[in-house]
């Protein structure tokens, strides 16, 4: 399975053209891009996108090019080899959209887990693997921890202990100006900071990604 993730920074459309996109099955999108730009890549590539929302993001009712039934923010996307739970937001530090206290999170979370990981447990069974989609990074991985605005979440790292997933996605970190790690191993979890664009490829039970 080929995935292509994009957040935060727009790519020139004629990139995606490349053949090493044709195999592409779908497209995630983290956040903090404009639908337009979305809604071309997925014309270009022709490939459905599933996507949440950032803090520079309008809510989902201003949201116009793409369908609202790929919008997955607290949703289970249940696809063919793969199962995908998404979270829009940034740390609250403004009146904008998209954005939550710690305590909000907290409560999000559990929320999620309550409802889903009963049906996680049956899911891994049939061997899915399993991606949290992300706009904000987990607290103390890839986040800054001098800036309020692009501090992590605590509770994530509850989600990463009792969901396991195999792949955590996130945007939200800039690499010109913040932290330029990207790709962390936690467990058997691989956590990306998408920062423009990742191919990621899950074969023989292996995550692999390029540019």
């Not at 992300?134 to 692009?150: A, G, Q, W």
């Not at 962390?184 to 998408?194: D, E, R």
């Amino acid at each position: 399975m080929k995935i292509l993730a994009v957040s935060d920074k727009e790519t020139e459309l004629f990139v995606f053209k490349d053949k090493k996109f044709n195999d592409v099955e779908f497209i995630l999108s983290c956040g903090d891009l404009n639908e337009n730009f979305l809604n071309d890549l997925s014309v270009t590539l022709s490939k459905p996108i599933y996507y949440i929302l950032g803090n520079h993001d309008p809510s989902i009712k201003g949201i116009k090019l793409l369908p609202k039934s790929n919008y997955i923010h607290l949703k289970f996307l249940i696809l063919k080899k793969v199962v995908i739970l998404g979270i829009s937001g940034s740390l609250k530090y403004n009146s904008g959209e998209n954005q939550y206290s710690q305590i909000e999170m907290y409560i999000l979370t559990f929320f999620i887990i309550l409802k889903y990981i009963l049906k996680l447990i049956f899911l891994r069974r049939k061997n899915k693997k399993f991606i949290i989609l992300t706009h904000s990074p987990i607290f103390d991985i890839h986040d800054i921890k001098d800036s309020s605005t692009h501090r992590g979440f605590r509770s994530f790292k509850i989600l990463l202990k009792l969901l396991k997933p195999d792949l955590w996605i996130h945007g939200h970190i800039h690499l010109e100006t913040h932290n330029s790690e990207r790709i962390t191993k936690i467990k058997n979890t691989t956590i990306i900071n998408i920062y423009g664009y990742k191919i990621i490829e899950i074969k023989d039970g292996e995550i692999s990604t390029s540019n």
